[in-house]
């Protein structure tokens, strides 16, 4: 593939696409990193490092305000605002394509309309059906007005696929979803996410952050991620009042947002000082925030089992660890823990099933090493970037042919 100037434009500054704009840089692209600078969410390591090739660089991108997360229309102007700003960048840089993840539709469809203008190749890097997760979310929480709003975002999405150049998928079972929108099967690759390896080693429980906080000899469980409207923290609430008189039993939750809130106001009324909450921790220390914990939890609504593969669940494969899901039996997560026999599944909701769970794996030292070992081998197997960027520069180069780039 001859050098091709690159834009990978994640607006959730995740770990694993900034990975990929290194490695394409490393390869002789030219490549630039966009995300959302305001975006509070886990982010991976978006400032150039001293390391890092000459032709890689990244750029932040701010709204003139805090994000109104909870507003719908007050959020709804500053997305068509982060939409308009990274348009600016991309006119700027003047690439031969864009990769866009992550993106809300309102801005998503600014990026691709400018895209089209400039004759730059778009190419659609879908993780969550956006339309589909905000018609079930809106129709819950305002009934009439939600479904009217989620059917537009359904019409705006169906749009911006048919339209793209090309479309990467994270999972094979959104394939047949969007046939039936009418999307060519000629423009699907499968690529399926994963976790930067190399930046997320095992390490051992006793490390410098389990010691500052006190967890190096607590038995530890452990969420680390978004708590947010497909999730469920009373999941994570019931672990902690199951094991609240249990002394060397901690449940820990690195997360932001209104679960956090959630839970920070249960953990006041009900008493629960074996329920220890934080923020989202550095990216230089996430290896050790991993390590503190025994079994990582992870949990998703059984409506989101369609649109949403937990990408925390990669970053917990790689810390070699046992995992504990509360997950749709379908879901891409669910079916690999299974698979590779990497951690036990519970169906969402039946908070009994998840006791017991959590159970059998804080008395069975023998079981948690198999699981961990299992979760590594298949991190090991599945997550080289080497390999990856080869997939990517095949569509990225412009071919049409998704068996090209199947994984």
């Known amino acids: 593939m001859s050098s091709k100037r690159i834009v990978i434009q994640d607006y959730a500054g995740h770990p694993f696409p900034v990975q990929l704009s290194r490695e394409l840089a490393k390869r002789g692209h030219i490549v630039l990193h966009l995300y959302a600078g305001f975006n509070q969410t886990p982010h991976g390591s978006l400032q150039k490092l001293k390391s890092d090739p000459q032709e890689f660089n990244t750029k932040g ?6 994000l109104q997360k909870y507003s719908f229309v007050k959020r709804w102007f500053q997305e068509r605002e982060y939409g308009y700003l990274a348009t600016e960048e991309i006119t700027l840089f003047k690439p031969d394509v864009v990769l866009s993840a992550n993106m809300p539709l309102d801005a998503q469809s600014i990026l691709f309309n400018a895209c089209k203008k400039n004759d730059i190749r778009f190419v659609y890097w879908l993780q969550d059906v956006i339309s589909v997760a905000a018609k079930l979310l809106l129709g819950k929480k305002i009934p009439v007005a939600g479904n009217l709003i989620g059917s537009h975002y359904i019409t705006l999405e169906k749009k911006l696929l048919r339209a793209s150049d090309h479309i990467v998928l994270i999972a094979g079972e959104y394939e047949p979803f969007l046939l039936g929108w009418g999307v060519s099967k000629q423009k699907m690759s499968i690529i399926h996410n994963w976790a930067p390896l190399n ?13 500052e906080h006190g967890l190096h000899d607590k038995f530890c469980f452990l969420y680390s ?3 947010g409207m497909k999730h469920n923290p009373d999941l994570l609430l019931s672990l902690a009042v199951h094991f609240k008189d249990n002394p060397n039993v901690r449940v820990l939750i690195g997360s932001e947002g209104l679960g956090a809130e959630w839970l920070r106001q249960k953990k006041e009324e009900l008493n629960l000082p074996n329920l220890i909450l934080m923020g989202f921790q550095p990216m230089e220390k996430f290896p050790q925030v991993l ?18 593969v937990p990408s925390k669940v990669l970053s917990y494969l790689c810390a070699q660890r046992p995992l504990l899901l509360s997950v749709p039996a379908e879901n891409l997560a669910a079916k690999i823990i299974t698979t590779y026999e990497a951690g036990l599944l519970v169906q969402p909701y039946d908070m009994d099933e998840m006791i017991q ?43 049409k042919n998704s068996g090209q780039a199947k994984s």
């Open 61 to 66: 991108i701010y709204i003139r305000k805090p």
């Open 199 to 211: 930046e997320l080693p095992p390490l051992p429980k006793d490390n410098p952050w389990s010691r």
């Open 225 to 227: 991620g978004t708590l």
């Open 291 to 308: 390590a503190a914990g025994d079994v990582l939890v992870a949990i998703l609504e059984p409506d989101a089992g369609m649109f949403s």
């Open 357 to 399: 769970r959590a159970n059998e794996l804080y008395q069975n030292l023998p079981l948690r090493r198999k699981l961990a070992q299992n979760a590594r081998k298949y991190a090991e197997n599945n997550f080289d970037i080497r390999s990856i960027a080869l997939k990517f520069e095949a569509l990225l180069d412009g071919y």
